[in-house]
């Protein structure tokens, strides 16, 4: 019997079916607590791309708010914190901070920093919970992830343009600029090549803007058209870009329709103030570091040697509601034409107008209503008011504009306006008015509160740069 049991002992010590099962409970336990992780860590990565992502818009949200007072809220209105557009639920106890930065990368871009925001770029941090699900068996419960992200206010391309400028060509212009070294005209030309320079003629991705045809490219994004006052004959306009030494034939003032939707003059002696339709040969591709010197408006703004451009030869003396009208009746065919892109007008001038009755067509009245001799600056302000209405955005540069003037506006809603405010009220916002105050009739108190720069030609980069939108850039950018 002894000798039965030691045997039956023997056989159980040797026999080794099922000492696996707890080697397998041990690494199912292990295996589990991987699988746990793996989900919990693979929910926290997902979770932090939903929070980053909601921090970019809402970077860039606040940014294209910019200059504007309400850019944080702007940016809380896209982030994933309470009440914002971008809120998960996986994402609990959201923080939100905002700072807006004055970068001086971006200024020497062309980006200034202006009132009342005083800075052009968004930085926005945001914080969230990440509820843990399995690793709450090892006493985790939650992850606290944060995401960081920079937003520029400008540089980003946006939609198609249609730039209506509109440049002073009365017999003041003739002055000098001191600061520009040449006359008023050959500064505010020059201005207007810089403007050239930073739009886009084509897509940024083409070799080349393609077939040139009456003016345009074949793959056109922003389009040009230059605008005068006093009006010239539509038979004698080509005097402006053919670098000829003639002046073009100065009719009195035309007066277009306020409500016209296209603008077309024709017939030699027909009155224009439009001397080049819109066109975008001004580069042959948007990366060239040159503007076209066979395009027109190339030509018309003093961008070949030997050719002057645009003539200053006056004669009208000054009235420009109804270039504010054929500018707009312009832009609006060109959008028509054009379906998704936006209109601009860029106007320059010292804001006195003051022609007299002989000098306007025989339909002026001397009601102070468009079209009329009285309250001149006045309807230029309410033709620049009816345009921002319709959806153009408006930039005025007052250049040696004074405090006091435009004689004619001695009733109606602007009775007593001066040079300096008809130009600040044509601007469709504050921040679109620049003004250079450092010319001769001009004085120190006409200044832009939202932008402060004086120089010609970084006031039309700062209008081109206008032109774009919001980028994200890197947070360490300075």
């Given at each position: 019997?002894?000798?039965?049991?030691?045997?039956?002992?023997?056989r159980?010590s040797?026999?080794?079916?099922?000492?696996?099962?707890?080697?397998?409970?041990?690494?199912?336990?292990?295996?589990?607590?991987?699988?746990?992780?793996?989900?919990?860590?693979?929910?926290?990565?997902?979770?932090?791309?939903?929070?980053?992502?909601?921090?970019?818009?809402?970077?860039?949200?606040?940014?294209?708010?910019?200059?504007?007072?309400?850019?944080?809220?702007?940016?809380?209105?896209?982030?994933?914190?309470?009440?914002?557009?971008?809120?998960?639920?996986n994402?609990?106890?959201?923080?939100?901070?905002?700072?807006?930065?004055?970068?001086?990368?971006?200024?020497?871009?062309?980006?200034?920093?202006?009132?009342?925001?005083?800075?052009?770029?968004?930085?926005?941090?945001?914080?969230?919970?990440?509820?843990?699900?399995?690793?709450?068996?090892?006493?985790?419960?939650?992850?606290?992830?944060?995401?960081?992200?920079?937003?520029?206010?400008?540089?980003?391309?946006?939609?198609?343009?249609?730039?209506?400028?509109?440049?002073?060509?009365?017999?003041?212009?003739?002055?000098?600029?001191?600061?520009?070294?040449?006359?008023?005209?050959?500064?505010?030309?020059?201005?207007?090549?810089?403007?050239?320079?930073?739009?886009?003629?084509?897509?940024?991705?083409?070799?080349?803007?393609?077939?040139?045809?009456?003016?345009?490219?074949?793959?056109?994004?922003?389009?040009?058209?230059?605008?005068?006052?006093?009006?010239?004959?539509?038979?004698?306009?080509?005097?402006?870009?053919?670098?000829?030494?003639?002046?073009?034939?100065?009719?009195?003032?035309?007066?277009?329709?306020?409500?016209?939707?296209?603008?077309?003059?024709?017939?030699?002696?027909?009155?224009?103030?439009?001397?080049?339709?819109?066109?975008?040969?001004?580069?042959?591709?948007?990366?060239?570091?040159?503007?076209?010197?066979?395009?027109?408006?190339?030509?018309?703004?003093?961008?070949?040697?030997?050719?002057t451009?645009?003539?200053?030869?006056?004669?009208?003396?000054?009235?420009?509601?109804?270039?504010?009208?054929?500018?707009?009746?312009?832009?609006?065919?060109?959008q028509?034409?054009?379906p998704?892109?936006a209109?601009?007008?860029?106007?320059?001038?010292?804001?006195?107008?003051?022609?007299?009755?002989?000098?306007?067509?025989?339909?002026?009245?001397?009601?102070?209503?468009?079209?009329s001799?009285?309250?001149?600056?006045?309807?230029?302000?309410?033709a620049?008011?009816?345009?921002?209405?319709?959806?153009?955005?408006?930039?005025?540069?007052?250049?040696?504009?004074?405090?006091?003037?435009c004689?004619?506006?001695?009733?109606?809603?602007?009775?007593?306006?001066t040079?300096?405010?008809?130009?600040?009220?044509?601007?469709?916002?504050?921040?679109?008015?620049?003004?250079?105050?450092?010319?001769?009739?001009?004085?120190?108190?006409?200044?832009?509160?939202?932008?402060?720069?004086?120089?010609?030609?970084q006031?039309?980069?700062?209008?081109?740069?206008?032109?774009?939108?919001?980028?994200?850039?890197?947070?360490?950018?300075?």
């Amino acid at each position: 019997m002894i000798t039965k049991f030691k045997s039956f002992v023997r056989r159980v010590s040797k026999d080794e079916r099922g000492q696996a099962l707890p080697m397998v409970a041990v690494m199912m336990v292990g295996m589990l607590g991987m699988v746990a992780m793996v989900v919990d860590m693979g929910d926290v990565y997902y979770s932090f791309h939903q929070l980053q992502n909601s921090t970019d818009a809402a970077a860039l949200a606040g940014a294209q708010s910019l200059p504007g007072s309400a850019a944080a809220t702007a940016a809380a209105a896209y982030s994933s914190a309470s009440g914002g557009k971008n809120v998960y639920a996986n994402l609990q106890n959201v923080t939100i901070t905002t700072t807006i930065k004055c970068l001086n990368t971006l200024i020497n871009q062309g980006i200034a920093c202006v009132a009342p925001g005083n800075g052009n770029a968004m930085q926005v941090k945001q914080t969230a919970d990440v509820p843990m699900y399995f690793a709450q068996l090892f006493g985790v419960r939650k992850v606290t992830v944060t995401s960081t992200a920079t937003a520029a206010m400008r540089g980003a391309s946006s939609s198609p343009y249609n730039v209506a400028i509109i440049v002073d060509s009365t017999a003041s212009m003739a002055t000098q600029d001191t600061d520009c070294g040449n006359t008023r005209l050959g500064c505010a030309l020059a201005g207007v090549r810089v403007l050239l320079q930073d739009l886009d003629p084509c897509g940024a991705s083409l070799a080349t803007c393609g077939t040139i045809t009456s003016g345009n490219v074949a793959n056109s994004v922003d389009r040009v058209s230059l605008f005068t006052f006093p009006n010239v004959t539509v038979g004698t306009a080509s005097s402006e870009y053919d670098c000829s030494s003639s002046n073009p034939t100065i009719p009195v003032y035309s007066l277009p329709s306020a409500t016209a939707t296209t603008y077309a003059p024709t017939g030699s002696s027909t009155s224009t103030y439009q001397v080049i339709p819109f066109q975008s040969d001004y580069r042959l591709s948007d990366t060239s570091a040159s503007l076209n010197v066979g395009s027109n408006l190339t030509l018309a703004t003093g961008g070949k040697s030997g050719c002057t451009g645009m003539t200053d030869p006056g004669g009208d003396g000054t009235y420009y509601a109804g270039v504010i009208y054929a500018a707009q009746s312009a832009l609006l065919a060109e959008q028509a034409a054009n379906p998704g892109s936006a209109n601009v007008i860029i106007m320059l001038s010292d804001g006195d107008a003051n022609a007299s009755s002989s000098k306007m067509a025989g339909t002026a009245t001397n009601s102070g209503n468009y079209p009329s001799y009285n309250n001149q600056c006045g309807q230029a302000v309410i033709a620049a008011k009816a345009a921002a209405a319709a959806g153009t955005k408006i930039y005025s540069v007052a250049y040696g504009s004074a405090s006091s003037g435009c004689s004619t506006d001695t009733s109606g809603t602007y009775k007593g306006i001066t040079p300096c405010q008809t130009m600040q009220y044509i601007a469709s916002a504050p921040q679109y008015f620049f003004s250079d105050y450092n010319q001769s009739g001009s004085g120190s108190t006409c200044q832009s509160a939202s932008q402060p720069t004086t120089n010609i030609n970084q006031i039309f980069t700062q209008i081109a740069g206008d032109f774009t939108v919001a980028r994200l850039i890197p947070d360490s950018t300075t």
